[in-house]
């Protein structure tokens, strides 16, 4: 399946055809559980957007306005979606239900550079670099979630965690030259070690608290600042 201009598949959406949609879908759907590649160039949606396949290759952004909330889904196989380029909405929030291959430098924004209030980023599964990627994440008044592991197979250059009320990290986090920076307004929770190799640094700013109470939780650099 095709999502936008030119983009592969034997089943093709132009964006022509995807504006034709009338406004006031509760949600539009497009793949399913039974696989398959999804490749999605540039395009926008007005209403809430899931896409599901075996193999999502996000080669163009996406943007959600109205209230287009967009949620990238899993098969029931192993799959993985691809990230090369940037997911924006306006105010509504962004699931990634599947292991994510970040490449080149990505942001992941519900608050369309602070013009809306934000919502939830959510990662269920683990998240790596592919090719030297980093990801760059705002979510305004939503929070920001890890369920699973950054950087374990192949740590992200950077991590950036620009705005966001409360960050929950609930594995380990490993992360490159970049670094870890964290910026929220509610309390940062991490349950796993966060270590940042090279000359990354870690920083994390907490207008509450900075929780980190597991036992195996930890921060090491190599030759990078904690602060």
Known sequence: I????????????????????????????????????????????????????DQIFVNGQITGIDDASVTLREAPTASTTYLSADIITHGNPVLIDDALRVSGNRTIDTTNGGAFAGDDVTFNYDVDADTAGSLTLGAGAGNVRFFDTVGD?????????????????????????????????????????????TTGRVALTSSKNILMDSPGWSITTVDGDVT
């Not at 030119?6 to 055809?17: F, K, P, Q, S, V």
């Not at 991590?159 to 307004?185: F, K, R, W, Y």
């Open 153 to 197: 197979a192949t740590p992200l250059t950077g991590l950036d965690i620009v705005s966001a009320n409360d960050l929950t990290v609930d594995e380990a986090i490993n992360v490159g030259s970049g670094g870890l920076t964290a910026d929220v307004s509610g309390t940062i929770a991490v349950d796993g070690a966060i270590d940042a190799l």
């Open 2 to 53: 095709g999502i936008g201009d030119a983009a592969a598949g034997i089943l093709n959406l132009t964006n022509a055809e995807i504006n034709n949609f009338q406004d006031g879908f509760s949600r539009i759907r497009i793949g399913g559980f039974d696989g398959g590649t999804v490749t999605i160039n540039a395009v926008t949606f007005g209403d809430p957007l899931t896409v599901e396949g």
